[in-house]
């Protein structure tokens, strides 16, 4: 199995979901479709599944669950572009949503795809039973005000401001990296993984998630535009303070590369094979975008 397989997968899920819906309201899912399906590396589905699969063989069973993640996902970035937030104009190198639908059918939009995503965990939850409802949980709670959405109130208020480490790693841990932590727990527990492995991954996840976002700020301040698809020196623009400068680059890249092998060794601990897990891990690291 390769990640472009489960790439290629999710995204003929994801082009034909919103097909042949809506009427006089069609333009949402025109809006919707078009930030789910403009391009994005699919991280948090793919780690979802390859967590899966180190499991179980029939991974396909649950891209329902791996799309729902993907629309939480995509959705915090529309409303992340609004100009109350970051004010961006590019995303995946296309005009971000408010830029080509304005701003209020991107708020709907964005809207739209949690909404969809809660359906799409329910009804695979009905259908799967408490193991999948446990998942679902998983997942909302770490889209929600103590995961992802706390992580953005934090950066939002410190804008402007010195912010401590603390409080850094915590925005941090909490905006990017919850989602990609609950993707490796939930394919997991999806799988029906035992409690020690369970406990391994979270903490795979969470120092991940870490790594993710520091390496997305070296990117932010060095990054190619053509390549990351979306404007650098955001966090510079808009006054806010992250790993860069706080720490400086050399330390942030010399933390990165730290914090990756203590993620590999983790992932050596568990009972089954992880070597795809372990082989995402090191792309991560290196990622251009």
Same mark, same amino acid.
């Given at each position: 199995m390769?990640?472009?397989?489960i790439?290629?997968?999710?995204? =003929?899920?994801?082009?034909?979901?919103?097909?042949?819906k809506?009427?006089?309201n069609?333009i949402?899912?025109?809006?919707?479709?078009?930030s789910?399906?403009?391009?994005?590396?699919?991280i948090?589905?793919i780690?979802?599944?390859?967590?899966?699969?180190?499991?179980?063989?029939?991974w396909?069973?649950?891209?329902?669950?791996?799309a729902?993640?993907?629309?939480?996902?995509?959705?915090s970035?529309?409303? =992340? $572009? #609004?100009?109350?937030? =970051?004010n961006d104009?590019l995303?995946r190198?296309?005009?971000?949503n408010?830029k080509?639908?304005?701003e209020?059918?991107?708020?709907?939009?964005?809207?739209?795809l949690l909404n969809?995503a809660m359906s799409?965990?329910m009804?695979?939850s009905?259908?799967n039973?408490?193991?999948?409802?446990? %998942?679902? !949980?998983?997942? %909302?709670?770490?889209?929600g005000?103590?995961?992802m959405?706390?992580?953005q109130?934090v950066?939002?208020?410190?804008?402007g401001?010195?912010v401590?480490?603390d409080? #850094?790693?915590?925005?941090?841990l909490? +905006?990017t990296?919850e989602l990609i932590r609950?993707? !490796?727990v !939930?394919?997991?527990?999806? %799988?029906?993984?035992?409690?020690?492995?369970?406990?391994? #991954?979270?903490e795979f996840?969470?120092?991940l998630?870490?790594?993710?976002?520091?390496?997305? $700020?070296?990117?932010d301040v060095e990054?190619?535009? +053509?390549?990351?698809? +979306?404007n650098?020196?955001? =966090?510079?623009?808009?006054d806010?303070?992250?790993?860069i400068?706080?720490y400086?680059?050399?330390?942030?890249?010399?933390?990165?590369?730290e914090?990756?092998?203590?993620?590999?060794q983790?992932?050596?601990?568990?009972?089954? $094979?992880?070597?795809?897990?372990i082989?995402?891990?090191?792309? #991560?690291?290196d990622r251009?975008?």
């Open positions: 390769k990640n472009k397989e790439r290629d997968s999710l995204n =003929d899920y994801l082009k034909s979901y919103f097909n042949d809506g009427h006089y069609k949402i899912y025109d809006s919707a479709s078009y789910l399906n403009i391009g994005g590396k699919r948090r589905p780690l979802m599944i390859l967590s899966y699969s180190m499991y179980k063989d029939n396909k069973d649950i891209l329902p669950m791996a729902a993640m993907e629309m939480i996902h995509t959705y970035l529309i409303h =992340d $572009d #609004l100009p109350a937030m =970051d104009d995303r190198g296309m005009p971000t408010h080509k639908y304005g209020a059918i991107a708020i709907l939009a964005g809207d739209t969809e799409l965990m009804s695979f009905l259908r039973g408490e193991g999948a409802l446990k %998942a679902a !949980v998983e997942i %909302a709670e770490a889209a005000p103590e995961g959405i706390g992580g109130v950066d939002i208020v410190s804008e401001k010195k401590s480490k409080v #850094l790693n915590y925005m941090h909490k +905006k990296g609950a993707s !490796v !939930v394919g997991a527990i999806l %799988a029906g993984a035992n409690e020690d492995d369970k406990n391994k #991954l979270n996840g969470q120092k998630g870490l790594v993710f976002q520091i390496k997305d $700020d070296i990117l990054g190619n535009v +053509k390549k990351l698809g +979306k650098t020196l955001s =966090d510079e623009n808009n806010k303070t992250n790993f400068s706080l400086g680059l050399e330390y942030c890249k010399k933390e990165c590369k914090l990756t092998e203590n993620c590999i983790i992932l050596k601990t568990l009972s089954v $094979d992880s070597t795809n897990l082989n995402l891990t090191y792309e #991560l690291l251009e975008y």
